[in-house]
């Protein structure tokens, strides 16, 4: 029987920072799951008729659109400081800034980043209390998660 090898993984695989600070430190929170961020560009058809008359349907790009960014984490001290950000946004006291998110290798040091361009805060989920991680000893340990969203304006991934 031959024994599996496994890395060891860090406690968050992903880093959100604000990069507006211009005095202190720029991170923010560590999370544990990164999804969203959907980019698409719609299609406009228009008619092409050629000289005999023929009509030919063409497509050229319209407008693209960035789906919001999700984040995930158990709720710990850092999520106020998350919820404080939604909150401004809520009471209009939250300008558009420019966040990004690294991901991190084992070693916890980044290995690809996500810049969110003029993002805000928009939403945090609910309460769910059903969410299960495995413990070091392989054990499930029940936590709640804390998710937050970001709408950016444009999305810039950077190897």
């Known amino acids: 029987m031959s024994t ?20 202190g430190n ?17 299609m406009v058809t228009y008619n092409v008729i050629d000289a005999l008359g023929m009509v030919t349907t063409r497509v050229m790009p319209g407008q693209t659109t960035f789906e919001p960014v999700a984040l995930l984490r158990p709720v710990d001290a850092s999520s106020a400081g998350m919820y404080k950000l939604l ?9 558009r800034k420019n966040y990004s998110i690294s991901m991190n290798d084992s070693q916890g040091n980044p ?12 939403k945090l989920d ?6 299960r991680i495995a413990g070091p ?23």
């Open 4 to 23: 599996l090898n496994y890395e060891p993984t860090p406690s968050a695989q992903f880093s959100l920072y604000d990069f507006t600070v211009t005095n």
């Open 26 to 42: 720029p991170f923010l929170a560590s999370f544990d799951a990164l999804t969203g961020g959907d980019q698409s560009i719609s």
């Open 111 to 122: 290995v690809a980043w996500w810049n969110l361009i003029n993002a805000l805060p928009t």
């Open 126 to 131: 609910g309460f769910s209390f059903n969410g």
């Open 87 to 95: 909150a401004d946004a809520i009471l209009g006291k939250c300008e």
């Open 137 to 159: 000893d392989g054990t499930g340990v029940n936590y709640t998660d804390f998710e937050i969203y970001f709408q950016a304006e444009s999305i810039e991934f950077v190897p």
